[in-house]
Each structure stands twice: as structure tokens, then as C-alpha cells.
């Protein structure tokens, strides 16, 4: 249940989380804590702003893995590339979207303030 919450609009992914934890049928709560922790905490090192909402409708799929595999392989023009070349690519995709949540902290910061 908890893997469909990126589908929530930002206001309402605290309250389901909440909600889910209140029914859980466990007394384990690591995965909850990490979970509210990296994602759901308003200073989170993943914030609802850039994963919750509807997916936007230019996207091929409205799943992220998918659409994560379908660029990532789009990176080799050959079926069985050297590791290099793999680990190249990976560092690539990891400095790129590291430079992407640091713009968007960074907007966000900016909006914060104005607002």
C-alpha cells in the first residue's frame, strides 16, 4: 500500500503515512522510520516535491522505473558494453541527478522565501 502513496497529492502523503502506520500489523518499525525519514519529513533528504503528485502527462509510462530503465539504456549503443563503460554511465546518471535535487532544494528555498 505504502508504494502507491507517490500517486497522493503533497498535502495528503502525511496523513495516509500516518494512517498506514496506525494499521500496520507489525511491532517493526524500521522500514517506517527510514521511510518517514528519507521521504516523508518535511526536511527530508527526498521531499514530497519531487516525488508525490500525479505523473506528468508527457511521460511515456507512469512508472519510474521504467521510465529510469528506459533512459539509462538508451545510454549504450552496444548490447554488451565494456564495465567501464557501465560504471561511466552510472556516475553520469548519479552527478545528474544529484544536480537536480540540488536545484530543486535550491527553488524551493528561493519560492520559501518569497512566499
Known sequence: MFFCSWFLPENLVGNVFSCLIKNALTENFDFADYTFDSYVFPDAVFPLILWAGEPPEELGTT?????????????????????HE???ILLDVRSETYLKIK??????EKNEKIN
Open 63 to 83: 512508472n519510474g522505473l521504467e521510465s529510469f530503465h528506459r533512459h539509462y539504456n538508451s545510454q549504450f549503443y552496444i548490447s554488451h558494453p565494456s564495465i
Open 86 to 88: 557501465v560504471v561511466n
Open 103 to 108: 536545484s530543486n532544494k535550491k527553488n524551493l
